[in-house]
T-cell receptor, first 115, second 108 residues
Framework: GEEVAQTPKHLVRGEGQKAKLYCAPIKGHSYVFWYQQVLKNEFKFLISFQNENVFDETGMPKERFSAKCLPNSPCSLEIQATKLEDSAVYFC?????????????FGDGTRLSIL | AQRVTQPEKLLSVFKGAPVELKCNYSYSGSPELFWYVQYSRQRLQLLLR??SRESIKGFTADLNKGETSFHLKKPFAQEEDSAMYYC??????????FGKGTRLSVIA
């Protein structure tokens, strides 16, 4: 598609439950990025993919968080055993290539609320 | 470590007045700087990038390596400029590092 599509828009989970978020990058874009925004503060980088391969996962919490980008499927970000502090807006972005001349195009975000 | 600082959480200006949104960064190498904007109920979108040296919607930003700044400027603010503005940095091989954002409110 012409825009990055994130689903669902809003996800509510009880503490300890699993949460799974999806992102369809712009068609033809090779790179996908996930960011976490807590309480309207800065965007925290989580992980990036080059096609289906993890490119940079330096921002991913070591436990409970995982992500995939499989061929012919939306990318996903999964959080196991959610905690209250996981409540945030999760943004996905895609870019055509890696590099400073290529801007990242953002989705609308998924608001995750952990109760 | 890379860091982007936007010192103002909220900036209010009158329509027609000049506006300057401040952005300072810390990075030892050659950074690439961006300004992203998020209008009400819209997604985050790229406004401009320093390598393009372009003016978008009347906004310009100059990279000042001596002062490690990339302030966003517009000579005459319009009501439709009201939005959240984020300054971001990358070295090209690293993820975008964002500032905390500045909310610009243009008062009629």
């Amino acid at each position: 598609g012409e825009e990055v599509a994130q689903t669902p828009k809003h996800l509510v989970r009880g503490e300890g439950q699993k949460a799974k978020l999806y992102c369809a990058p712009i068609k033809g874009h090779s790179y996908v990025f996930w960011y976490q925004q807590v309480l309207k503060n800065e965007f925290k980088f989580l992980i990036s993919f080059q096609n289906e391969n993890v490119f940079d996962e330096t921002g991913m919490p070591k436990e409970r968080f995982s992500a995939k980008c499989l061929p012919n499927s939306p990318c996903s970000l999964e959080i196991q055993a959610t905690k209250l502090e996981d409540s945030a807006v999760y943004f996905c972005a895609s870019s055509l290539y890696r590099g400073q001349e290529q801007p990242q195009h953002f989705g609308d975000g998924t608001r995750l609320s952990i109760l | 470590a890379q860091r982007v600082t936007q010192p103002e959480k909220l900036l209010s200006v009158f329509k027609g007045a000049p506006v300057e949104l401040k952005c300072n960064y810390s990075y030892s190498g050659s950074p690439e700087l961006f300004w992203y904007v998020q209008y009400s109920r819209q997604r985050l979108q790229l406004l401009l990038r320093h390598i393009s040296r372009e003016s978008i919607k009347g906004f310009t930003a100059d990279l000042n390596k001596g002062e490690t700044s990339f302030h966003l400027k517009k000579p005459f603010a319009q009501e439709e400029d009201s939005a959240m503005y984020y300054c971001a940095l990358t070295s090209g091989n690293t993820p975008l590092v964002f500032g905390k954002g500045t909310r610009l409110s243009v008062i009629a």
